[in-house]
């Protein structure tokens, strides 16, 4: 995943740029750079690794440093980013969001095209951004060339490039799968992935850029340079998991899309006879399960309680690290009890997604050896069936390391894969059989995923404009 923030203005805008891609952190732990242009000291560049420390203290010496009207930067959890490039176009430098599945190929294409080369990262690894400016310098101008790497990319691209001369190009990808969102002010133009982060650098007016759509930055000026296209399909597990909460989609609130997804939950276990009167407490597995947790609780009028919290002054992020061992021993280090909302107690927890379940069981095992009675789970999104192509929101090496794909193979066999939709319906024989065994591995008293119904439900848009290929594997 990842994140970018830029903005093209009269004045010195790095400082609101160091704030706006700041407030990205939550969706990367990779990379972070920041590209500037100014006319006295033309481009400047810096690109730090942020996996043992945040963007923020990273690039609080930096901005002394850098300087310019416009700038654009990025958090990566992949590839250094922003990169500059000098082409037929110009010298520009750019930064995306998203995945290419079929780089490899990509990579072939342009070589054998007469592109000299690519520099290669560990094992062999090509930079997704030095490709897509490949395929950009292919064609004859910016648009064009974007236009060509999102046509011919298997995956996603949300585009962001720093023109010589201070204006920015910015492209949504071409069915719209990550959010671009654009502001305008008086002596300034911005474009974000995340919509808040332009509210506090002052832009109060404010647009989603369509699917496919590509537009022009100069200071308080946005020119359409390409019309949206009709199709989209924006991927529904932002509002359940990565989106931060005061952001908004498509003119939905993550945060009450959250609360909103818990009082279905709610509403869904009280008609199948769930006896909520036997839980003491409700609680949401922190951080991004307590607004579904709040909506559950608000629905059923039983209390709200964090049973536990997270250690957060030092380790932030859980997923942190690119070891799993290590990831899941700091989640583990950082969840502090409040053993008298725990002991003797029965508790149901809303987390926000079950993906491998490695440290969902862990935090299980953690509340019943602090005395809990009972622990319920309740997962707001329906079961991870297939590993995301698009966004790359996790690191499964294999769709195996799917919670619900590896219990499907272990009863049924590989055979059982060929009925994945009954196994995420739960009014079905194989959707009960799979929750009581989920249930069983991982110590939960009982088990219940919120519906795909009940998630676009929450969201508020039309199905056909959400990507659901997780939970589906519709494209």
């Known amino acids: 995943m990842g994140g970018f923030f830029g903005i093209t203005s009269t004045e010195n805008c790095i400082m609101d740029v160091y704030f706006g891609v700041d407030y990205h952190s939550h969706l990367g732990t990779r990379r972070g750079g920041l590209a500037s242009y100014d006319k006295d000291f033309g481009f400047q560049r810096e690109i730090h690794n942020i996996e043992n420390a945040p963007f923020r203290t990273k690039f609080e010496g930096v901005i002394d440093k850098i300087h310019g009207t416009s700038a654009i930067g990025c958090i990566s959890d992949m590839d250094p980013q922003p990169l500059l490039f000098r082409s037929i176009s110009g010298t520009y430098a750019i930064c995306f969001v998203g995945v290419i599945n079929n780089i490899s190929e990509i990579a072939d294409i342009v070589l054998k095209g007469g592109h000299g080369h690519f520099e290669a990262m560990t094992a062999g690894r090509l930079n997704q951004a030095e490709i897509i400016a490949a395929l950009i310098s292919d064609k004859d101008d910016l648009v064009e060339g974007i236009r060509y790497a999102q ?37 300034a133009s911005a474009a974000s992935f995340e919509s808040f982060p332009l509210h506090k650098a002052g832009f109060e007016e404010t647009r989603d850029l369509g699917p496919g759509e590509i537009v022009e930055l100069k200071p308080g000026k946005c020119t359409q340079l390409r019309a949206p296209d009709k199709e989209m399909k924006i991927c529904a597990f932002l509002w359940s998991y990565y989106g931060y909460p005061t952001t908004t989609y498509e003119g939905v609130n993550v945060e009450v899309m959250r609360y909103e997804n818990g009082r279905i939950m709610a509403r869904n276990d009280a008609a199948n006879g769930f006896d909520v009167e036997s839980v003491d407490y409700i609680g949401g597995v922190p951080d991004s399960g307590t607004p579904h947790a709040i909506g559950y609780s ?90 995301c192509k698009y966004l790359g929101f996790s690191r499964n090496k294999s769709e195996m390391d799917l919670l619900s794909r590896r219990l499907i193979v272990k009863m049924e066999g590989e055979q059982g894969l060929e009925h994945i939709d009954e196994y995420a319906d739960a009014s079905t024989e194989r959707g009960r059989k799979l929750r009581a065994a989920i249930a069983k591995e991982m110590g939960f008293e009982t088990l219940e995923f919120q519906s795909l119904e009940g998630v676009i439900e929450a969201i508020g848009l039309d199905k056909c404009k959400l990507c659901t290929y997780c939970w589906t594997g519709e494209e």
């Open 151 to 187: 046509e011919i990319i298997d995956g996603s691209a949300s585009i962001m490039v720093l023109k010589e001369g201070g204006d920015i190009i910015v492209a949504r990808d071409k069915v719209g799968r990550t959010p671009v969102t654009v502001g305008i002010s008086k002596n």
């Open 298 to 387: 608000n629905e059923v009028h039983r209390p709200f309680a964090r049973a536990f919290i997270k250690y957060t002054p030092t380790w932030a992020r859980s997923f942190m690290p690119v070891s799993q061992t290590e990831r899941n021993e700091i989640a583990k280090m950082k969840q502090i009890p409040v053993k008298e909302l725990i002991d003797g107690k029965s508790l149901l927890f809303v987390d926000d997604s079950i993906v491998r379940g490695t440290q969902l069981r862990e935090t299980v095992e953690f509340l019943y050896s602090n005395g809990a009675k009972a622990v319920h789970m309740r997962s707001a999104c329906p079961p991870i069936m297939y590993a």
